[in-house]
């Protein structure tokens, strides 16, 4: 017994934990603790090794339990939604002006950064509110760490408006936007502004339409 003790005094001097003594001595973890509780761990390089690769371990797990919960959750939302139909993308659209849209000074423009949400605005105007290519008019709003022209070619495409229709790009150029901002729009963001063209269905009574659409809505919830 002496010696087994003296081995782990000698083994918990040198950083090993009661895992470690215990696996190389097969002494109890309870016996090691009474033995060893009064010499300060210090973890050696091989101890570690074994925590980081332990918590890498378990790190990847969690991961991977992460990711197939949220397909998991995604297939079942998928199969919950069904086929959008047309009235569906109609009220969609209306959920998506009531919280992007302009509804001021009867101009329609929808913003946003993310391009699934530009998408689905330019097919709720266009299925919609049949509305042409030649309607839209939109403004990338970035921050002076953004390049321009990679800005307006990501949005073309992303929209598939010519970059001829683009109007002049805006820099925010506030200080106390720029350290906040920085990097985490990098191709900041689209104003899809629609433009009547002289048709009036197009312009203001379109505004109206849509506005009056939202307050239907609201009002029967």
């Known amino acids: ?17 009661y895992s470690m003594i215990h696996d190389k001595l ?5 016996t090691l603790s009474n033995w060893l509780s009064f010499i300060p761990f210090k973890p050696n390089q091989e101890v570690m090794e074994k925590i980081g690769k332990a918590k890498l371990k378990s790190g990847l797990f969690k991961k991977n339990q992460k990711m197939k919960e949220v397909k998991e959750m995604r297939d079942l939302a998928k199969k919950e939604l ?8 109609w009220l969609l659209g209306i959920g998506l002006y009531l919280g992007e849209g302009n509804k ?8 946003n950064s993310d391009p699934h949400i530009i998408k689905t605005a330019i097919k709720w105007f266009k299925e919609i509110c049949e509305l042409k290519d030649e309607n839209f008019s939109p403004v990338a709003h970035i921050y002076p760490d953004n ?10 495409k992303i929209t598939g408006i010519n970059k001829k229709q683009f109007g002049k790009t805006q820099i925010d150029i506030r200080r106390d936007k720029i350290v906040f901002k920085k990097n985490s729009l990098p191709y ?8 009547s063209h002289g048709k009036k269905e197009f312009g203001r009574r379109l505004h109206r ?3 009056g659409w939202i307050e239907s809505a609201t009002q029967q919830i």
């Open 1 to 17: 017994m002496d010696s087994l003790k003296a081995n782990a005094i000698k083994l918990r001097n040198i950083g090993y934990s």
């Open 26 to 30: 097969g002494v109890s973890k309870s």
């Open 82 to 89: 069904g086929k959008i139909a047309k009235r569906d993308l």
């Open 104 to 111: 001021s000074y009867e101009q329609i423009r929808i913003s």
């Open 147 to 156: 390049n321009i022209k990679k800005t307006i070619n990501y949005w073309s």
């Open 188 to 195: 900041g963001t689209l104003h899809l502004r629609i433009r």
């Open 209 to 211: 339409r849509i506005t």
